[in-house]
Each structure stands twice: as structure tokens, then as C-alpha cells.
């Protein structure tokens, strides 16, 4: 196919003064955050607004799937502090939802649900009433980690189908397209009160009914929001290649068919990632615990809005 990116997929560089703040935050505070792991397209615009989706349990990942840039080798030791420093810093960037995910811990007895656990529960002492969502890995599918993070509470339990179930083996081949579905119902028979959210990629080659299909079967598993984004190569050997640059005109049809299948928060565009707009479900469904967050309420242009992820 043509490399070349269609206009669609072109973005505007922002001012740099807000990215190098975020940035410095984060290594004074010795965390990481998926968008720099990740090599999210969106980095410039959400650290513009002072905005980051952290990364717990370190920055190298014990699974080598085919779409992601983020590193993979032998992972360092916990660090039990991490929990406090980030909802410190959640605090001190003023934020009333926050979004935690990881790295894959393999390497670890409980995959790294328990530390998942910490940090819900640091976010909730330091900054009371804060929307908590996680996006976390599948711990092998064990219903006892998924506890862990169920029990501690969090709002949203988001975890990514990533792509097709015909497409899934040669994307993450260390994970398995039923045990995520199978995750996500174990999540809502724990607790039914925790909305549940997903996330897949288009552009790997999947046909219009694969994704229609992968939206049935995440509704039927309870699922209640669902982003779709285009897949962007991130390094042009490593990776797997772009088979489509998928038009916007497609993502809106996808966004329309999620909703009157029933998903409470869709959305979908090329730029869209896992937390895209999380704040905007937060308020859709959490609007009054949303607006009791902190003394007052930031003002119209300091308000945060959540990583692309």
C-alpha cells in the first residue's frame, strides 16, 4: 500500500512549554506514562493540557506484541512507593480522573494485580471522590488478580480486544481473543457496577463484519464503552505493517452501529486511543461524583481531559 499519510492522519505540533512541564513532573516524581512508552501520536496534545495516562510497575513488558513500542525485556522490581507518588502527582496536576495502566508482568505471582489494587486505593486517600479507571493487562485470565483489582474498587475497568479474533494470533500472540471477552465478563459478575470499557484498532487488515462481529461480542459480555482508533506502525521494522489507512467517514459508521448496538460511551476516529475523551464517560455516567472532585471546579480552559492512550 501507498506509506504515504492521508491528511487525515496529519496533526498540528503544539506548544512545547506545557509538554516540557508535564515531562518534568514525571521524572522528578520517577513515573512513567504510556504515552512515551507507547509513542502515542497524541502526546504533544494531551500533555498540552497537562494531561497523562500513568504507567505503573515500570516500563518494560514481559510480551512482545506485534503493534506496541514499548520496550520488552526483564522487567525491574516493583516499587512499592509508586502508588503514593502517583496519586500525588494525579493531585498536583489538578486531575479528577485518572487513568492507570501498565505493562504486562508475567514475571510476577499475581501479574501485578495487587500493586493495580495500591494504586486505586492511594488515588481515592489523596484525592477523595477522583474517577479511577484502569486499563490493565489480562493476568493470564486468573479470576483471583482480577479480584484484586475489582475489590479495590476502581470506576471503569477498561481492557483491550485490540483487533479481530481472525487477526488476534499474529497481533498479540501472548494473549488470546476469548480470555480478554472472558476478562471483561469476569469483571461485571464481581462487581456489575463497574462500567466496563474495551478498545480495538483498525487498519490490520480486518474486514467491516470482523469489527461488527468484535462489538457483538463485547456487548455481549456487558461492555459498556468502546474506543476504535487507526493503527499506526511504530517503528517500520519491528512492527506490523498497515494493510489500511481506514477513512473517517468508516470510524463514524462504526461509532453509529456501536450505539444503537447498545454501548453506552463509543468512540471512534483515527486518532482515537484506549482512554481517548475519558473524561467525557465520566461525565455521561459519573457527572455528579465528577463535579464534587476538588474545592472547586477548574474553569473551562484548565480543565483536564485524559490521555489518548
Known amino acids: 500500500m501507498n ?24 521524572r522528578e516524581s520517577h513515573l512513567h506514562t504510556v504515552c512515551e512508552s507507547a509513542r502515542c501520536p497524541n502526546l504533544g496534545e494531551c500533555w498540552s493540557k497537562k494531561t497523562a495516562t500513568f504507567m505503573i510497575l515500570g516500563d518494560i513488558c514481559t510480551r512482545n506484541c506485534g503493534f506496541c513500542a514499548i520496550k520488552v525485556g526483564r522487567p525491574l522490581q516493583v516499587d512499592p512507593e509508586e502508588p503514593r507518588r502517583l496519586a500525588e502527582t494525579a493531585k498536583a496536576m489538578g486531575l479528577k480522573h485518572v487513568v492507570v495502566t501498565s505493562v504486562a508482568r508475567d514475571d510476577l505471582p499475581d501479574e501485578g494485580a495487587g500493586h493495580f489494587a495500591n494504586t486505586i486505593r492511594a488515588l481515592r486517600e489523596v484525592i477523595p471522590g477522583v474517577i479511577v479507571e484502569v486499563l490493565t493487562p489480562d493476568f493470564k485470565g486468573k479470576v483471583w488478580c482480577i479480584r484484586q483489582v ?28 476469548r480470555r480478554t471477552l472472558e476478562v471483561l465478563r469476569t469483571v461485571k459478575r464481581l462487581d456489575p457496577s463497574i462500567h466496563t470499557k474495551s478498545g480495538l484498532m483498525l487498519g490490520l487488515g480486518e474486514t467491516h463484519e470482523e469489527v461488527v462481529q468484535t462489538l457483538r461480542d463485547l456487548r455481549e459480555v456487558g461492555v459498556s464503552a468502546v ?3 487507526q493503527y499506526l506502525r511504530p517503528t517500520t521494522t519491528r512492527h506490523l505493517p498497515v494493510v489500511e489507512y481506514v477513512h473517517p467517514d468508516r470510524f463514524a459508521e462504526y461509532e453509529r452501529i456501536g450505539k444503537e448496538m447498545g454501548f453506552l460511551f463509543v468512540a471512534s476516529a483515527p486518532f482515537v486511543r484506549s482512554s481517548y475523551n475519558a473524561q467525557a464517560f465520566s461525565e455521561q455516567l459519573l457527572a455528579e461524583r465528577l463535579a464534587r472532585v476538588g474545592k472547586e471546579p477548574p474553569s473551562p480552559s484548565e480543565e483536564p481531559l485524559p490521555a489518548m492512550v
Request: aromatic share 6%; proline share 11%; glycine share 2%.
Open 3 to 26: 506509506s504515504k499519510l492521508p491528511d487525515w492522519l496529519k496533526k498540528r505540533v503544539p506548544s512545547p512549554e506545557t509538554v516540557a512541564l508535564v515531562e518534568r513532573m514525571m
Open 150 to 177: 475489582v475489590e479495590a474498587k476502581p470506576d471503569i475497568y477498561n481492557h483491550n480486544i485490540e483487533t479481530v479474533e481472525r487477526l488476534s494470533p499474529m497481533v498479540r500472540p501472548q494473549a488470546k481473543y
Open 227 to 229: 474506543t476504535i482508533g
